[in-house]
């Protein structure tokens, strides 16, 4: 059986969620390995929209195991939100479908605090994270001092000490440095108490379920979140997120080896967004920008925020195949471009007269990349109903080819609409 990593190519919002969801059919197990409820998948099932932030959207199909990672910071009033909600719809106890790290961290009240107060702070230089705590829980995680999902079957004396000796930390901050009210010892410790009691049955060490897993042929999808420019390494510095998103880190934090991938996929949007702060060199302020966030409906699922657009950036892309090593990729949303006279590309950017055709990693110099754009008839066709590559428009199909030759690797499928059957799959990586 394939296991197959799965990321997002740009900035986020590439559309994951709805090809995870797809390929799940054929996976066993599903694993989360970075990010926290930074995420928001929306899928849509037979005309119902879920909006999922946390538990991976494998949890929709009955019988598949989901496993959250030791990379993953876990919110856990929004844990035990969406387990509630989603026993409500489906009538199932979701949480026989978990597996969750004793790795995996915790964020607490007092990190979703210090995000929001740091921000403030920053005033116009502002990240513009989610505001969901994830930063300063990376934080704690490597400060040595952050609380993991494991700490919560402790003995309770050694829980409240651990809790205690951060929360002092946090509160410090965030009296004397942000001028906020301390965060309640009394209160979050009940909440990792009760927490604790639900939870207790799917706290694993997730290697050696992972081993288990791998020693009996199961079929896993490893599930990214964010995208590769949001990466902390290698993407856009300081404006990224706080963890590793690109497709090695599914191994690590996962607890495997990495011999034991057999397809890595991108998800590529047919067009680029970002939300939040930092250079985006193909970013369109103008109506065409506006035009694709209408039809796009590029708006955050976890914050509501507008998203910028701008076209597809080849340069970024080449660069997101280098560093995730990508065997195919996943084209979303190329329905949204229908009714374009003109699709332009970025091949190369223009900086300071110069043509370059590598993804700077300074931010000062990304600022200052104009887009080198070649243009790509459009076509004017609804495809929403397209299921067959070959019935794709001419135009279609041509731009597909361009990307595929440009970029030197298969599109595996073309997504030509948000609800699960609106997929033309040209390659199933599970079936390889
Ligand atoms: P944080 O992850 O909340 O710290 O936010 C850091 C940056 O990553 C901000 O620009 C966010 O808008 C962005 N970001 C975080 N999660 C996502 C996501 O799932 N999709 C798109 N952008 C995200």
Same mark, same amino acid.
């Given at each position: ?123 116009? =230089?502002?990240?513009?994270?989610? @505001?969901? #705590?994830?930063? $300063? ?9 952050? /609380? !993991? ?120 949007? =047919?067009?680029?967004?970002?939300? @939040?702060? #930092?250079?985006? $060199? ?9 035009? /694709? !966030? ?139």
């Amino acid at each position: 059986m394939a296991n197959v990593v799965l990321i997002g190519t740009q900035w986020g919002d590439e559309g994951k969620g709805k090809i995870v969801d797809l390929l799940t059919e054929w996976a066993n197990v599903v694993v989360r390995f970075q990010g926290g409820n930074n995420a928001g998948h929306t899928l849509v099932i037979e005309g119902r929209r879920y909006a999922l932030h946390l538990i991976p959207s494998g949890i929709m199909r009955p019988g598949k195991v989901c496993v959250i990672g030791s990379g993953v910071v876990v919110d856990l009033k929004i844990l035990l939100d969406e387990i509630r909600l989603l026993k409500e719809e489906s009538g199932r106890e979701i949480i026989s479908q978990l597996i969750l790290s004793d790795e995996a961290h915790l964020i607490l009240e007092s990190h979703r605090r210090l995000d929001q107060a740091r921000e403030r702070q920053r005033g116009e =230089a502002k990240i513009g994270t989610t @505001g969901r #705590g994830i930063g $300063p829980a990376y934080e704690s995680k490597m400060a040595r001092w952050g /609380l !993991r999902l494991g700490d919560l079957l402790a003995p309770e004396a050694e829980l409240h000490q651990r809790l205690a000796t951060l929360l002092e930390q946090h509160n410090l901050l965030l009296e004397k440095i942000y001028r906020e009210e301390p965060v309640s010892l009394v209160a979050v410790f009940r909440e990792l108490k009760e927490a604790a009691a639900l939870l207790k049955p799917a706290i694993r060490k997730v290697p050696y379920e992972m081993a288990r897993c791998l020693d009996s042929g199961e079929a896993i999808l490893f599930e990214g979140a964010q995208g590769t420019l949001l990466d902390i390494d290698h993407g856009t510095y300081p404006f990224v997120t706080s963890s590793s998103t690109l497709a090695a880190n599914a191994c690590a934090s996962a607890g495997i080896g990495v011999r034991h991938i057999d397809e890595v996929v991108g998800v590529i949007k =047919a067009y680029t967004t970002r939300v @939040g702060s #930092g250079p985006f $060199p193909v970013e369109l302020e103008d109506e065409t920008g506006d035009q /694709l !966030r209408d039809k796009g409906g590029e708006f955050g699922t976890t914050t509501g925020r507008p998203r910028r657009c701008g076209w597809l950036d080849l340069v970024a892309l080449r660069y997101a195949i280098m560093l995730n090593g990508l065997d195919s990729f996943a084209l979303t949303k190329l329905d949204v471009l229908s009714g374009l006279k003109k699709i332009k590309v970025c091949e190369a950017y223009r900086l300071n007269g110069r043509i370059i055709d590598y993804f700077p990693s300074s931010i000062t110099e990304l600022e200052r990349c104009e887009p080198v754009l070649t243009e790509y008839p459009g076509w004017d066709e609804d495809i929403t109903a397209v299921l067959e590559y070959d019935r794709l428009p001419e135009n279609a199909r041509a731009y597909i080819a361009a990307l595929e030759q440009k970029l030197g690797i298969p599109a595996m499928l073309v997504s030509v609409g948000p609800d699960r059957a609106q997929t033309i799959l040209r390659h199933n990586p599970f079936a390889a």
